[in-house]
Antibody, heavy 115, light 112 residues
Framework: QVQLVQSGGEVKKPGASVKVSCKAFGYTFTNYGVTWVRQAPGQGLEWMGWISTSNGNTNYAQKLQGRVTMTTDTSTSTAYMELRSLTSDDTAVYYC????????WGQGTLVTVSS | DVVMTQSPLSLPVTLGQPASISCRSS???????????LNWFQQRPGQSPRRLIYKVSNRDSGVPDRFSGSGSGTDFTLRISRVEAEDVAVYYC?????????FGQGTKVEIK
C-alpha cells in the first residue's frame, strides 16, 4: 500500500540547516509530485512548496524563497526538503504528501530549533 | 494568494447529530481543465492529516459515507451526517487550484 516514511526528528541551533527525507513505497514515484507542509506547535497547516518527481520542477512558498530547496532521488524514490538559516519560527512538524492534492501523508518530522 | 476562510473555528457537537463546516475562497477554484481542486482533510490529535474529500465531493478510499462534501466556485461545505466519537479532530479545507496552495485555518470538532 502507499506509504511515505519520513526521517526522524532533529534538533538544530539557530542559523543551522536541516534536511528532511521522505521515502515513498507502494506506487510509481515519478507519477506523482511531492508537496511539503509544516505545522508549528498548536498552529494550522502551512504549504511550503511542491516538486515534480518527473522533471524536478519546483514551486516554493514566497516566504521561504531563498531558504528552502526541494529535491528528489528517483533511484531510491525519496524526496528531500532542506531548510537553511533556521530560526525559532521554523520549529514545527514537517510533512511530505503525495501530489498537489495531498492524497497520502508521511508521519511527520519534528524539527526543533533552539539554542 | 487565495485566502481560505473556514467557519466556525470551533464546533461542539452532540454524538449522533450532524455537523457542517463552511469554507470560502477569495477567488474561484475552478481550474482551466474544468475541475475544482478543493480538498478536505481531517487531523486527529497527534496524527498526520488525512484527506477525506478531493475535488469538492469525492470521498477517498476508506472514508465513511457519513462524510460528504459539496459546493462550487468559492463556497464549499463539509458535512458529517451523524458525528461519532472518532470524528473528534481538526478539519481543514485546502485549495489546489492556484499557486501557492492554501489551507483554511482549521475547524476543531469536539463532543459536547
Amino acid at each position: 500500500q502507499v506509504q511515505l516514511v519520513q526521517s526522524g526528528g532533529e534538533v538544530k541551533k539557530p542559523g543551522a540547516s536541516v534536511k528532511v527525507s521522505c521515502k515513498a513505497f507502494g506506487y510509481t514515484f515519478t507519477n506523482y509530485g511531492v508537496t511539503w507542509v509544516r505545522q508549528a506547535p498548536g498552529q494550522g497547516l502551512e504549504w511550503m512548496g511542491w516538486i515534480s518527481t518527473s522533471n524536478g520542477n519546483t514551486n516554493y512558498a514566497q516566504k521561504l524563497q531563498g531558504r528552502v530547496t526541494m529535491t528528489t532521488d528517483t533511484s531510491t524514490s525519496t524526496a528531500y526538503m532542506e531548510l537553511r538559516s533556521l530560526t525559532s519560527d521554523d520549529t514545527a512538524v514537517y510533512y511530505c504528501a503525495r501530489d498537489r492534492q495531498g492524497g497520502y501523508w508521511g508521519q511527520g518530522t519534528l524539527v526543533t530549533v533552539s539554542s | 494568494d487565495v485566502v481560505m476562510t473556514q467557519s466556525p473555528l470551533s464546533l461542539p457537537v452532540t454524538l449522533g447529530q450532524p455537523a457542517s463546516i463552511s469554507c470560502r475562497s477569495s477567488q474561484s477554484l475552478v481550474y482551466s481543465d474544468g475541475n475544482t481542486y478543493l480538498n478536505w482533510f481531517q487531523q486527529r490529535p497527534g496524527q498526520s492529516p488525512r484527506r477525506l474529500i478531493y475535488k469538492v465531493s469525492n470521498r477517498d478510499s476508506g472514508v465513511p459515507d457519513r462524510f460528504s462534501g459539496s459546493g462550487s466556485g468559492t463556497d464549499f461545505t463539509l458535512r458529517i451526517s451523524r458525528v461519532e466519537a472518532e470524528d473528534v479532530a481538526v478539519y481543514y479545507c485546502m485549495q489546489g487550484t492556484h499557486w501557492p496552495q492554501t489551507f483554511g485555518q482549521g475547524t476543531k470538532v469536539e463532543i459536547k
